[in-house]
């Protein structure tokens, strides 16, 4: 189970020590996030925000929409409660994977990449970002977005971003919308043709 201390630029936790671009104070793991500053510029962008939640998230990816529905899956819950999520998401994105195939396309691999999170909260979450610079897949990122999950709280966030424009060009778009306690993430990245 991943877990982590920031204490600043400096970040301690079950992947190891590390130095990161941030100034933030707090603790973290799969079902909690405790914590102020501002987040590792590197993955999120010029992120201010302060957070004292528990929380469960659900994560898929794969090279097709249809994939991507029907690899996701809970992370972090203890077995039994995995288990039993598990099977209930199984059946409601399998339903869903069965209405994507009804799409022109969405079973084709195109070079399209999806991943994607959702995450259920009990607490407090306010955020504030701005993208303007590259992450840390090399994208160069930019986009706006905030958080205010309290209650019935939203949280709005688009971003978009290239690389390697004259090699092999790619593109990411990031889109997180969320309502009351619940947020859901999507990134996509897809490959285009090289640019002469």
């Known amino acids: 189970m991943p877990w982590g201390i920031n204490l600043g630029p400096v970040s301690v936790g079950s992947s190891g020590f590390d130095i990161k ?82 799409i022109p396309g969405a079973d084709v691999n195109t070079g399209t990449h999806f991943s994607g999170k959702m995450v259920a909260v009990t607490g407090m979450d306010l955020d504030g970002h701005v993208w303007c610079g ?23 966030s688009v971003a978009a971003g290239a690389k390697d424009i004259h090699t092999q060009p790619s593109i990411k778009m990031i889109i997180c919308v969320g309502a009351g306690p619940v947020k859901g993430e999507v990134a996509c990245k897809v490959s285009l043709p090289k640019w002469r």
Do not use: C
Request: net charge negative.
């Open 134 to 156: 590259w992450d840390d897949e090399g994208y160069l990122m930019q986009g706006v977005g905030a958080e205010i999950l309290v209650g019935k709280g939203v949280a709005v």
């Open 21 to 102: 671009p941030q100034l933030k104070l707090g603790a973290e793991g799969d079902n909690f996030d405790v914590g102020f500053g501002v987040s590792d510029v590197r993955k999120h962008g010029w992120n201010l925000g302060a957070t004292a939640k528990w929380k469960e998230s659900f994560s898929g990816s794969g090279n097709t929409l249809v994939t991507f529905l029907e690899s996701i899956k809970a992370d972090g819950a203890s077995a039994e409660i995995s288990d039993l999520v598990n099977d209930i998401i199984r059946q409601n994105t399998r339903l869903m994977a069965d209405v994507a195939k009804l």
